[in-house]
Nanobody
Framework: VQLQASGGGLVQAGGSLRLSCAAS????????MGWFRQAPGKEREFVAA????????YYADSVKGRFTISRDNAKNTVYLQMNSLKPEDTAVYYC???????????????WGQGTLVTVSS
């Protein structure tokens, strides 16, 4: 499956952004999806994941209560709604697909190209 992330940009602290990840292929609905991010000079870290059906979600503690992951299998798209953004949320955000929901990046087989989110203070 091929993934294309979009929706990044520059936003002030406290603002919101919605990232999208469009997938190609007819098997999108069989994949769990995850969002990861990598800040400059730091390792890539888990943000959120959602099961193939959308019935289960999982968040990193750092974004819990502020970010929401969702998916629309009819549109082959997964979303990450980011509210109450903080400067420390600044990173390149990547979407990824795998057969099982996981917070480990090494578990994911397919990756999008990343979209940059910059949060100014």
């Amino acid at each position: 499956v091929q993934l294309q992330a979009s929706g990044g940009g520059l936003v002030q602290a406290g603002g919101s952004l919605r990232l999208s990840c469009a997938a190609s292929g007819r098997t999108f609905s069989s994949y769990a999806m995850g969002w990861f991010r990598q800040a400059p000079g730091k390792e890539r870290e888990f943000v959120a994941a959602i099961s193939w059906s959308g019935g289960s979600t999982y968040y990193a503690d750092s974004v819990k209560g502020r970010f929401t992951i969702s998916r629309d299998n009819a549109k082959n798209t997964v979303y990450l709604q980011m509210n109450s953004l903080k400067p420390e949320d600044t990173a390149v955000y990547y979407c990824a697909a795998d057969s099982v929901m996981s917070d480990f990046d090494i578990e994911y087989d397919y990756w999008g190209q990343g979209t940059l989110v910059t949060v100014s203070s």
